[in-house]
Nanobody, 126 residues
Framework: VQLQASGGGLVQAGDSLRLSCAAS????????MGWFRQAPGKEREFVAA????????KYQDPVKGRFTISRDNTNDAVYLQMNSLKPEDTAVYYC????????????????????WGQGTQVTVSS
């Protein structure tokens, strides 16, 4: 599967952004999806994950209540709605896919994911 992330930009603290990740080349509904981010000088970290059907989600603690991951299996896309953005959310955001069984758990480890998008920059000014 090929992944194309978009939607990043420069915003002020408190603003919102919606990231999109378009998938192609394979049956999208076979994949659990994740969003990760990497800030300058830091390791890539887990942000959120969603199951194949969208019925289960998982979030990193700092983004709980502010970020929402969702997916549209009809249009082969996964989204990350980011509200109340903070300067510490500044990073390159990546979407990732992993082929999983229907009831597999959601994965937070980036090494578990098989396919990656190119990343989209999110910059939050104070």
């Amino acid at each position: 599967v090929q992944l194309q992330a978009s939607g990043g930009g420069l915003v002020q603290a408190g603003d919102s952004l919606r990231l999109s990740c378009a998938a192609s080349g394979s049956t999208f509904s076979r994949y659990g999806m994740g969003w990760f981010r990497q800030a300058p000088g830091k390791e890539r970290e887990f942000v959120a994950a969603i199951s194949r059907t969208g019925g289960s989600t998982k979030y990193q603690d700092p983004v709980k209540g502010r970020f929402t991951i969702s997916r549209d299996n009809t249009n082969d896309a996964v989204y990350l709605q980011m509200n109340s953005l903070k300067p510490e959310d500044t990073a390159v955001y990546y979407c990732a896919a992993k082929a999983i069984a229907l009831y597999d758990p959601l994965f937070e480890d980036d090494t578990s994911y098989d396919y990656w998008g190119q990343g989209t920059q999110v910059t939050v000014s104070s």
